[in-house]
């Protein structure tokens, strides 16, 4: 590319940048309201409560306090947990029965769903709690281990300002009708498919 192609190169660069300057500007002036989020991480896709950690870690940078409550995990020493756990910020609470495939006892599932979930309500209800997530909830719902219309109308009388981010597949129609932002991951290519283990660090 000769001086003058390169200059030119860079002036429709510039025109271009000022363009997207000025829209990204009149849309941030435009977004006025304050609010709590309810955040939905859903799909096949690996990530969910890998994003949701992040966003944890993101808030106790601000130092926001943080509740978490985590469904269905527990028998792994998860990352996340032995990173957060002992943070004055952070209240991490596990369900401790390990993945549903491996308990093979509804009643006992619906019996640990269920105490989960009271402390899950008490983070809810406690509006020094700027952000709570409820990683892996959406199982609970679909597996009808937790009554979904009480699950939604705490999640609907929550603080005005709290965060919420849930995780999970498969979130029902009306979880993804509430929340402020869902993001649905999605399954392109996975190692384990491939026969290769788990890796500490990458997936718990």
Same mark, same amino acid.
């Given at each position: 590319?000769?001086?003058? =192609? ?6 429709? #660069? ?14 941030? %002036? ?22 949701? *950690? ?16 985590? $469904? ?11 990173? *957060? ?6 209240? $991490? ?5 390990? *993945? ?22 008490? $983070? ?5 709690? +700027? ?17 979904? %219309? ?12 709290? #965060? ?15 929340? =402020? ?8 290519? #996975?190692? *384990?498919? +491939? ?10």
């Amino acid at each position: 590319m000769d001086l003058k =192609d390169k200059k030119e190169r860079n002036k429709r #660069h510039k025109k271009a940048m000022q363009r997207k300057k000025k829209y990204v500007d009149s849309r941030i %002036a435009k977004a006025t309201i304050e609010k709590g989020l309810l955040i939905v991480l859903t799909g096949n896709g690996k990530g969910k409560s890998s994003s949701a *950690f992040g966003m944890l870690a993101r808030s106790v940078g601000h130092g926001l306090h943080c509740g978490v409550v985590q $469904f269905i995990k527990g028998v792994w020493a998860c990352g996340e947990q032995m990173l *957060f756990e002992g943070n004055p910020l952070v209240d $991490f609470h596990v369900m401790k029965t390990g *993945f549903t495939w491996e308990t093979q006892d509804r009643e006992k599932d619906i019996a640990a769903a269920e105490k989960t979930w009271n402390k899950a309500v008490s $983070f809810l209800r406690d509006t020094t709690y +700027n952000v709570v997530i409820l990683d892996e909830l959406t199982y609970m719902i679909s597996y009808g281990y937790l009554d979904k %219309a009480t699950v939604l109308n705490a999640l609907r009388e929550r603080p005005p300002k709290q #965060h919420v981010i849930i995780t999970g597949r498969n979130a029902s129609k009306e979880l993804i009708e509430m929340a =402020d932002t869902v993001s649905e991951i999605a399954d392109s290519k #996975h190692a *384990f498919n +491939n026969g290769i283990k788990v890796q500490k660090g990458i997936d718990y």
